[in-house]
């Protein structure tokens, strides 16, 4: 089940953050001073939220499993802030449930289409959003870290 995340909600919406997106951290050689989301303080979740991010938690059995954070920008897109499922229970569905959780909302929204950015050189998850119809339009290549941050984007019909 799909719900809204509540401001009490955030401290364990950071911890699945931490805990899903770590393995690539340490992967793609982030720093221990800099792990990008992996590090994030509550207070800039806190902040995220209360600046008008939608957040949702995917439940199972009860239990927070999943994470979404989506946000308008400009040109009628969505983005999608954070897609994270707890790693013990990745590849059961729970993310393609989130993925099109988030497309309907963008299309309630009226958006024309929706955008994200990633560490291109994990393969294995941009397969996973190539998959979900998601096309790269930007390689961005940036000094301070190892890895190229692929931008990418799907189109809303």
Wanted: proline content about 2%.
């Amino acid at each position: 089940m799909i719900k809204p995340i509540t401001k009490s909600d955030l401290i364990d919406c950071l911890d699945i953050l931490k805990m899903s997106f770590e393995e690539g951290a340490v992967r793609f050689g982030l720093t221990h001073n800099y792990r990008g989301r992996t590090r994030l303080p509550i207070s800039e979740l806190e902040k995220e939220f209360l600046e008008g991010c939608m957040m949702y938690g995917y439940y199972y059995n009860d239990e927070l499993v999943g994470f979404l954070s989506l946000k308008f920008l400009k040109d009628d897109a969505m983005g999608i802030n954070d897609i994270a499922i707890l790693p013990e229970y990745q590849s059961k569905g729970f993310g393609s449930k989130l993925m099109q959780f988030s497309k309907e909302e963008a299309k309630r929204h009226h958006c024309k289409k929706i955008r994200l950015g990633m560490i291109d050189d994990n393969l294995k998850l941009k397969a996973w959003y190539e998959k979900h119809g998601f096309n790269t339009v930007e390689l961005v290549k940036y000094d301070t870290v190892t890895y190229t941050v692929g931008k990418m984007e799907f189109i809303l019909t």
